[in-house]
């Protein structure tokens, strides 16, 4: 114990809740920040969604850029995780404090706009984990026909997120569109390094080359993977660097799994089980699968669009492949199969 402590400075850059004083800023975070000057001067909301891979620093961002823009004079954030409170009713009486129980959502929303009548910028983070069950989204509707020009800041993983909406959601919103790119090699070096600057005793430069490189080869480039690979490595640093990026790269598989709704699940089931298939045949095990353990199918369409989604997650790829003259696609997990199995049997039994 008193060798860890001897090498781990500060524990909490470890967190996947640290905002650094200074994180990396990539060019992509200069619409988001124009729109926030902007509604800070003016009033008027320009709504964006921000979409990127799991582990590409959009939550990290947007904490950032409400932390230094939440003083006096300035901006007022209403912060959620959709993951944690995914629907519309949760999300207002979470940033309320109360419990929704005998309210309506639009008594609620009428109860926060009373106290809420000048500028405030919502960031729905994760908006993508929200209930199947609130097929409307309604607070998107609501936050964009507030008469107080609320704006809002939407944070996905699944780039096919807006076609989910309904028109006049789409219609009212009119987001700014803002793609954020896979880390490469140099920038999660430099996280790395900010990270162990900080929260290391001395900075182990070759070591954050490795797990540099290992990320951007085998993860999306997640940097949660490395960040945490270079926890376990302050922690043992006579284990091998491979073993400790391996279980960090299960654990967070493990909790991305964990937190998919049981549609998607589903899906990568189907996939394992019909691993040398191609997509139309592992359509049809799906829809097996669920009637299996009573779930409503999603339609092809809306089943190849959560592909997609999984994909952004690193949870599989999507392979082109030649059948005869036509080409068509394959599945292929990224991913341990054992965990799918692990999560399986916790769901489904």
């Known amino acids: 114990m008193s060798q860890t402590a001897g090498r781990i400075r500060n524990v909490h850059v470890f967190d996947f809740n640290y905002i650094p004083d200074q994180p990396l800023m990539r060019e992509e975070a200069k619409p988001l920040i124009d729109a926030l000057l902007r509604y800070q001067q003016t009033g008027i909301a320009n709504h964006a969604l921000v979409l990127g891979s799991r582990g590409s620093g959009k939550s990290v961002l947007a904490r950032y850029l409400m932390k230094i823009m939440t003083e006096p004079q300035q901006l007022d954030f209403a912060y959620v995780n959709c993951r944690h409170h995914n629907t519309s009713f949760k999300m207002l009486a979470s940033l309320m ?15 926060y706009t009373d106290v809420h009548k000048e500028k405030v910028v919502f960031i729905l983070d ?19 026909r507030s008469p107080q020009n609320y704006m809002a800041i939407l944070l996905s993983n699944n780039p096919k997120f807006l076609g989910s909406l309904d028109e006049s959601t789409t219609s009212s919103l009119q987001s700014e569109i803002v793609h954020f790119k896979n880390y490469d090699a140099f920038e999660i070096v430099r996280i790395l390094h900010d990270r162990a600057q900080v929260g290391l005793d001395f900075l182990p430069e070759q070591i954050l080359d490795q797990i540099a490189a290992l990320t951007v080869k085998n993860t999306n480039s997640d940097v949660r993977v490395a960040i945490k690979t270079l926890y376990y ?59 299996r353990v009573n779930e409503e199918p999603y339609s092809y369409v809306h089943f190849y669009s959560n592909l997609s989604y999984l994909q952004s997650l690193g949870l599989l790829l999507l392979i082109h492949t030649k059948l005869g003259r036509a080409y068509t696609k394959k599945i292929q997990l990224a991913f341990d199969p054992s965990i799918l199995r692990t999560a399986w049997q916790i769901r489904f039994g």
């Open 126 to 144: 994760e908006i993508d984990m929200m209930n199947d069950k609130d097929r409307q989204k309604e607070i998107l509707y609501l936050i964009s």
């Open 97 to 111: 404090g109360v419990s929704p129980r005998g309210c309506t959502l639009n008594e609620l929303w009428l109860r």
């Open 233 to 291: 490595w302050a922690l043992e640093p006579e284990v091998s660097l491979d073993e400790h990026f391996e279980k960090a790269r299960r654990d967070i598989v493990l909790d991305v799994i964990k937190d998919l709704n049981d549609k998607n699940l589903i899906i990568l089931r189907a996939a394992l089980s019909k691993s040398d298939e191609y997509v139309k045949e592992i359509y049809e095990c799906y829809r097996r699968l669920s009637a």
